[in-house]
């Protein structure tokens, strides 16, 4: 069936080193959403992509969609303690409708100070 | 305030009993979600609905129950609480355009 991979499942960084986590879907996707859910709390949504190939960032962090629209990697500048948590791609398969999404499992991180 | 709520936040509850889980979205948002997560599955959809009286199944169904009668209020029902649905549950909802907004989640236990 579709699914999206996740790598890493879990990273420890040291406070000011770089993250990255990388999503792999079997399926061309029509867009990829990125999630952030801080320990104990509820995920909440970054930034979704549409266009193959397309790069936007949010301060420290840029993401990526790949040109085959099939693979995203989100992408964290000198890591802060405030980026903890679990990092999740989800990936839609209909084109113009979020209605069924394929989450990947997420990449925790864990920024030692 | 605007937003997507939901209750109660934590419940425990015994094996065999019924329990509903409540949400409600003041977005206006045609689609809702509930989701169930566990470690090591990451979000699981249960159930969810494109707009008041259309619900549909998602991956983990089973055991659960949903009903939409008003666009704001999508309760998730356990007919017969069983211990492999202790779980966090989350609502969300979303335009079906953009990113989905999640709920604060309810912390489900049951004995």
């Known amino acids: 069936g579709q699914q999206v991979m996740q790598i890493p499942q879990y990273q420890h960084v040291q406070e000011g080193e770089d993250f990255t986590t990388y999503c792999n879907s079997s399926t061309t996707l029509s867009n990829i959403q990125w999630y952030k859910q801080r320990p104990g709390g509820h995920p909440v949504f970054l930034i979704q992509?549409?266009?193959s190939g397309e790069v936007k960032k949010q301060k420290r962090l840029t993401f990526q969609f790949g040109e085959a629209k099939k693979n995203s990697s989100l992408h964290i500048t000198a890591t802060q303690t405030t980026d903890v948590g679990t990092y999740f791609c989800?990936?839609?398969?209909?084109?113009?409708?979020?209605?069924?999404?394929?989450w990947g499992l997420g990449t925790s991180l864990a920024v030692n100070p | 305030d605007a937003g997507i709520t939901q209750s109660p936040r934590y419940k425990i509850t015994e094996t065999g009993r019924q329990v509903t889980l409540m949400c409600h979205q003041t977005?206006?948002?045609?689609?809702m979600f509930w989701y169930r997560q566990d470690l090591g599955h990451g979000l699981r959809l249960i159930y969810y609905s494109a707009a008041a009286d259309i619900t549909d199944k998602g991956e983990v169904p089973d055991g659960y129950v949903v009903s939409r009668s008003k666009t704001e209020n999508f309760p998730l029902t356990l007919e017969s609480a069983t211990r492999s649905q202790t779980s966090v549950y989350f609502c969300?909802?979303?335009?079906?355009?953009?990113?989905?907004?999640f709920g604060s989640g309810t912390r489900l236990t049951v004995v």
């Open positions: 969300a909802s979303s335009s079906g355009l953009s990113g989905y907004t």
């Open positions: 989800a990936g839609a398969v209909e084109a113009g409708n979020n209605r069924k999404l394929i």
């Open positions: 977005w206006s948002h045609s689609y």
């Open positions: 992509l549409v266009k």
